[in-house]
Nanobody
Framework: AVTLVESGGNSVQAGGSLRLSCVPSGGRIGSWGMGWFRQAPGKEREGIAA???????SYASSVKGRFTISKDHDKNTLYLQMNSLKPEDTAVYYC????????????????WGQGTQVTVSS
């Protein structure tokens, strides 16, 4: 079985930065398309950043230029560097791995983490 564990969520003020981490057990990050998703209270879950096995990245327009997705194969860890945070970035952030991805959409067999809370205050 594959499990994903996110960490790094916190409460910050607007304009601040956070880095989220996602560590999978039971597999290697290079094997999958991987992405970060978020869900704010009362809203649908949205894909915000993804990286395919070749390293090609995609971003939602709401975070492009502020967030960076990356992976460290040696540490088998996926990251999301979030800069210039805004109150509207407040959400639970989820890491996901999948057998396929296109842009910020993942498909096929999917694995999800439990989520980590990010709160941005004005």
């Amino acid at each position: 079985a594959v499990t994903l564990v996110e960490s790094g969520g916190n409460s910050v003020q607007a304009g601040g930065s956070l880095r989220l981490s996602c560590v999978p057990s039971g597999g290697r990050i290079g094997s999958w398309g991987m992405g970060w998703f978020r869900q704010a209270p009362g809203k649908e879950r949205e894909g915000i950043a993804a990286i395919d096995p070749d390293g090609t990245t995609s971003y939602a327009s709401s975070v492009k230029g502020r967030f960076t997705i990356s992976k460290d194969h040696d540490k088998n860890t996926l990251y999301l560097q979030m800069n210039s945070l805004k109150p509207e970035d407040t959400a639970v952030y989820y890491c996901a791995a999948a057998t396929g991805c296109s842009g910020t959409i993942i498909f096929g067999t999917q694995y999800w983490g439990q989520g980590t809370q990010v709160t941005v205050s004005s």
